[in-house]
């Protein structure tokens, strides 16, 4: 079984179903509600555990109440938490999601007070097969994939904001969401943010873009690998979910443009669900999707 360490953020999210995305300082209806454990890097490592992997996660929370909310809904997952670290009298990231009925989302998030200043207690993670890091917290970044390249495996960044160009070039494979490729690059369009990474960055890049599928850089040249045609319902976590299902194909020892496909089709299932983490696919499940549809 292949293992997979990711480092990042772990929060509560309290959602609300509505008919339309809040835009007015009024009070609003919710259709429904759930509370659901969130966060880039968590919710990628109950991607790979659902999908059959080895999941480890590495995270900042603190000690109060939303804490032990996000230790026990993890392991109900088969999360390995053993380098989580709880600051005494942190405060731990929580969010408030909204979801329309198109599946599309909106998020408030907190990300937390008192917590981990520095990453040291990390130096102690062993070798795993590939490590995924996301961008909210460049001291862990640049620990988890010193740790990767420490152990010559992958070592994947899950980019939705701006980090620093040494610590990014530590990364085997930058895998941007489209809002991240703007964010970094200030360009208008995600194509022109791609050549403009390609300029300057050597790693093997792509950046996800919802429907849209994901646009893989080679050569300097982008190509496009399709997502599936579905009838989305809840697209929270599916850049997650994606994340989590490319960094255990490249665990396993598969090729990036296998693994790109896997993670579309991966993340376009979860889009067809509604609900939470309970709903992420299982591997039987994506190859079933995947076999439908080709």
């Known amino acids: 079984m292949a293992s997979v360490f990711a480092f990042g953020v772990a929060v509560v999210d309290f959602v609300f179903l509505v008919d339309d995305l809040p835009d007015q300082g009024v009070k609003y209806r919710a259709n429904g509600a759930q509370i659901d454990g969130g966060g880039m890097a968590a919710s990628a490592a109950v991607a790979v555990s659902r999908l059959g992997g080895e999941a480890h996660l590495g995270a900042r929370v603190g000690t109060d109440f939303i804490g032990e909310v996000i230790r026990s809904e993890l392991e109900g997952y088969n999360v390995s938490l053993e380098f989580v670290d709880s600051a005494d009298g942190g405060r731990s990231s929580y969010s408030a999601v909204m979801v329309d009925d198109c599946g599309e989302r909106q998020i408030v998030g907190f990300s937390g007070a008192g917590l981990a200043g520095e990453p040291g207690w990390l130096d102690a993670v062993p070798s795993h097969d590939a490590f995924l890091a996301d961008t909210s917290w460049t001291p862990g970044l640049r620990k988890?994939?010193?740790?990767?390249?420490?152990h010559d495996v992958p070592g994947i960044v899950d980019g939705e904001r701006s980090a620093d160009f040494e610590t990014l070039n530590l990364a085997t494979h930058l895998a941007f969401?489209?809002?991240g490729v703007l964010a970094i690059t200030g360009e208008e369009t995600v194509l022109a943010g791609l050549k403009a990474m390609a300029?300057?960055?050597t790693n093997w890049l792509c950046a996800t873009d919802g429907a849209n599928g994901t646009y893989v850089v080679r050569n300097r040249k982008i190509d496009h690998i399709p997502a599936f045609e579905v009838d989305a319902?809840?697209?929270l976590?599916?850049?997650d979910v994606w994340h989590g299902a490319f960094a255990l194909m490249l665990a396993e020892g598969k090729g990036e443009e296998e693994a790109v496909q896997f993670a579309n089709a991966t993340a376009t299932l979860r889009c067809?669900?509604?609900?939470?983490?309970e709903c992420y696919p299982t591997r039987d499940e994506v190859h079933s999707f995947i076999n439908s549809n080709s």
């Open 272 to 277: 067809t669900r509604g609900g939470g983490r």
């Open 233 to 235: 319902e809840n697209t």
């Open 237 to 239: 976590g599916a850049g």
């Open 199 to 201: 300029e300057v960055h």
């Open 177 to 179: 969401s489209s809002q």
């Open 144 to 150: 988890t994939l010193e740790l990767a390249r420490r």
